[in-house]
């Protein structure tokens, strides 16, 4: 399968995170209108004959790749050298993203480790802040009413992306080129996620090009998409945080009965394993997780190899 990375530009504040599930089934929707059930439910027997016709991975900032989950390696009994590393880890705890060519690398903590100390100083890769989160209070209006209600407060959660901050999502595909800009530009055409429709998730496809930069060979894998594994894939040897995904189905099947689809237990972006057979993917598509059956849940994720010391 070819590789490719899909730069996205954020044009306005963010209520819903661009992961590749959110993502994915706005891009099934793009089908939909364009192509009609037909042409989904082709899209769809593409992933359950094992040749998936889109992978996608979460959207990262430009130039880099979330935190790998990498073994804990062990404490010095110097108390000088010790109190250094634990302010050090205290700094790695709240790192979201490091630079993709430190994948060219063989990763470890403490390669990490050195990497911030030497580049402390000139405020470069890790420490950058690429957004900033913002909270809103809003009043529950009573639709009979017209008015406001006490006690009627909530608050939302919005992202704004800095002016020059692009994003990059990973699409491994054996469609042209052509045919991943059209997809997502289908997907996206009406805004991405909650309150698109008040401008939202306005979000653009800036840029499509191939990837050259990408390690071929390496002892573990990380998933650059929350994911679930199938139950054959051979993982050993996972590391990985977990993320209870409460979904909802969108388009017309949003605005009948119950919205939700059923809790799924993900393993997030960032999460490492070891694989029996190397492969450039893993998870699968969900089924049974609506009462309407024709409803699928995007559980899959691309994964790149890295080389990691202390395995």
């Keep these: 399968m070819k590789r490719y990375r899909v730069i996205l530009r954020p044009l306005s504040a963010l209520r819903t995170p661009l992961y590749a599930d959110t993502l ?28 998936p016709a ?50 060219q690398e063989r990763l470890s903590l403490s390669m990490i480790i050195n990497k911030l100390e030497t580049n402390s100083s000139s405020g470069s890769y890790v420490m950058l802040d690429f957004s ?20 009627s407060l909530y608050s939302v959660e919005e992202r704004w992306y800095k002016p020059d901050v692009s994003l990059d999502v990973y699409v491994l ?6 045919r991943i800009e059209t997809l997502f530009g289908w997907g996206l055409e009406n805004g991405f996620g909650a309150d698109a429709s008040t401008g939202k998730g306005r979000v653009v496809v800036e840029k499509i090009e191939e990837v050259a930069d990408w390690p071929v060979e390496g002892n573990r894998y990380m998933a650059l998409a929350h994911f679930v594994p199938s139950y054959n894939e051979g993982i050993e040897g996972l590391r990985a945080d977990i993320f209870v995904r409460h979904g909802k189905v969108g388009g017309v099947f949003g605005q009948y009965g119950n919205p939700f689809k059923k809790p799924i237990v993900m393993y997030t972006s960032g999460a490492t394993m070891k694989l029996s057979q190397p492969t450039e993917w893993v998870g699968t598509l969900l089924k049974n997780i ?9 559980a899959c994720a691309p994964v790149i190899p890295y080389q990691e010391d202390h395995e």
Aim: hydrophobic share 30%.
């Design 24 to 51: 994915w089934g706005h891009i099934c929707w793009g089908i939909v209108w364009h192509e009609g059930e037909e042409g989904l439910r082709k899209f769809f027997e593409s992933y359950d004959q094992g040749r």
């Design 54 to 103: 889109l992978l996608l991975s979460d959207a990262f900032p430009h130039g880099y790749l979330p935190m790998p989950v990498l073994k804990k390696e062990m404490k010095t009994e110097n108390s000088d050298v010790l109190k250094k590393q634990v302010e050090t880890r205290k700094k790695i705890k709240k790192m979201q993203y490091i630079p993709l060519e430190w994948f």
């Design 132 to 151: 900033q989160e913002e909270t809103y209070t809003h009043n529950v209006v009573n639709r009979m009413t017209g008015t406001t209600a006490d006690n």
């Design 173 to 178: 595909t054996e469609e042209p080129k052509e």
């Design 290 to 298: 609506h009462r309407e059956e024709k409803i699928r849940h995007y």
